[in-house]
């Protein structure tokens, strides 16, 4: 177990104490967005006054324990549905991709087996399966949500106790500040692996989109049962979470030479939020539209919200692929893929790019020529079009715009104190060729 330097002058997160803050708030808050949408209607539910706060959380306390209590039927369902994608992940033959040299392991680089399309589109015709030969149909899990949500709660936090100390018993912890609540937020092992899985890419890709997809069908396939029809604004929940899904499935190729795969450790943080909080607060807009009566927009906002969904899902996925290939051709281990959909401009011939100290370089070509995080505006673009389509009434479906803004703007932080410190002087020359970090002329 090694101590790091910069792990502790970063005190990153409020060190101990705010990681401390952040997973009793996590949970808190998945418990609350759920009491907000299965008893308020989508409204944020306060107690009426300072006497009624005691009640209030009795109140809270007694809706979770008599309608989110966890039974062995959906811990078993959403156990399997981990075991079957780690399986796939590790069994399906795939396309084989190194990953970055890990300076902690001298180097040394490790082999990702890329097989997510396959385990996908299995996924889907596996969960069509079972729910139109009435086996098990999918609006169970909508009917169910808080037991599942909770199912997924008690289970990350199990994984993240059994990896930390997992690591500190095998000799697998590094870069430790060496105060537990830190290093257990943030983690202890960067690779854990059971064989050739890969645990931090199957949470991360196999477990958190998919889930998030399969709760969007759960409430498209309730919403059929029980009115008969399926809205366009929940069918646009669908799409809206197929394209997220599948991006992921049809890019993971990408996607161990970022910043998540390459540098950070698998600890509470990632597995909580990759297990339950991603799929589970990610997919209340679809939820709070599965749960009213099917209702439709006018044509002209439905329009436009389809046109916001499509432009932004365009430039976030070409943004992604663009300097994710132009690194992997530089590091030779660009392939040339169809998964669907592989869309124009996603791959730049001869890009521009500055050269650094570092030995890296940096992309300014494509969409990285307007802005240092074009993905991030796209990407926040989507997460208001999945807000949009519910209306005005509540908070709950712009919930996760809200909190995603300021997960992207504390995470750019991060990023951009890390690359300065890796890069420099250049970093410094980089920020000049392109000024703008979100949108071209404006932030
Ligand atoms: P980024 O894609 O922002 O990667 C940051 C790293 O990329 C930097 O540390 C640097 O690493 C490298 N880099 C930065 N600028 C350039 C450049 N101009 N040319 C080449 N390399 C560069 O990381 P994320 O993992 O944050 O984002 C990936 C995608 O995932 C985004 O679209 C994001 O929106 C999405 N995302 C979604 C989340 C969600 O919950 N919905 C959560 C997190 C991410 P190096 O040291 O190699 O130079």
Request: with cysteine.
């Amino acid at each position: 177990m090694t101590s790091d330097k910069n792990e502790k002058a970063a005190r990153e997160f409020g060190g101990p104490l705010g990681t401390a803050i952040i997973m009793v708030l996590s949970h808190g808050l998945m418990l609350y967005l759920w009491i907000a949408w299965r008893f308020n209607d989508g409204a944020a539910p306060f107690p009426a006054g300072l006497s009624d706060v005691g009640s209030f959380l009795a109140r809270t306390w007694e809706q979770v324990v008599t309608h989110a209590a966890p039974t062995w039927s959906t811990f078993a369902i959403y156990w399997a549905f981990l075991v079957a994608q780690g399986a796939m992940a590790a069994l399906i033959p795939g396309l084989e991709i190194k990953g970055l040299p890990i300076p902690s392991r001298g180097g040394k680089q490790l082999v990702y087996r890329c097989n997510g399309t396959t385990a996908w589109y299995l996924t889907l015709a596996g969960v069509t399966s079972l729910h139109f030969t009435g086996i098990y149909p999918l609006q169970t899990v909508f009917e169910q949500f808080g037991s599942f949500m909770v199912a997924a709660i008690v289970t990350a936090n199990a994984v993240a106790l059994a990896v930390y100390f997992g690591a500190i018993v095998t000799g697998n912890a590094e870069r430790m500040s060496g105060r537990f609540l830190y290093d257990f937020f943030k983690g202890a092992w960067l690779n854990p692996r059971i064989g050739t899985l890969d645990l931090k890419m199957w949470a991360e890709i196999r477990v958190s989109w998919i889930a998030l997809f399969l709760l969007t069908a759960s409430g498209a396939a309730h919403q059929y049962a029980a009115y008969g029809a399926v809205s366009t604004p929940m069918i646009f929940m669908v799409i809206a979470h197929f394209l997220y899904a599948n991006a992921c499935m049809k890019g993971e190729e990408c996607i161990p030479t970022t910043w998540d795969i390459f540098y950070e450790k698998w600890g509470w943080m990632l597995i909580f939020w990759n297990l339950a909080g991603v799929p589970f607060v990610y997919c209340f807009s679809s939820m709070y539209i599965a749960s009213r009566p099917p209702f439709e927009l006018s044509t002209p906002y439905t329009v436009f919200l389809f046109v916001l969904l499509f432009g932004a899902y365009y430039v976030w996925d070409t943004a992604n692929s663009q300097r994710n290939r132009f690194r992997m051709r530089l590091n030779g281990s660009y392939v040339k893929r169809k998964a669907f959909p592989q869309l124009p401009w996603g791959t730049l011939e001869n890009p521009r790019y500055l050269d650094t100290a570092a030995g890296s370089k940096l992309l300014v070509d494509g969409w990285w020529r307007y802005a240092r995080k074009p993905h991030y505006t796209a990407d926040v673009l989507m997460a208001l079009s999945w807000g949009l389509v519910c209306g005005v009434d509540h908070f709950l479906p712009y919930f996760y715009v809200t909190f995603f803004v300021i997960f992207l703007l504390h995470r750019t932080r991060r990023d951009m104190a890390r690359c300065k410190r890796k890069y420099g002087a250049d970093w410094d020359r980089y920020t000049e060729a392109v000024p703008y970090r979100y949108i071209p002329k404006v932030f």
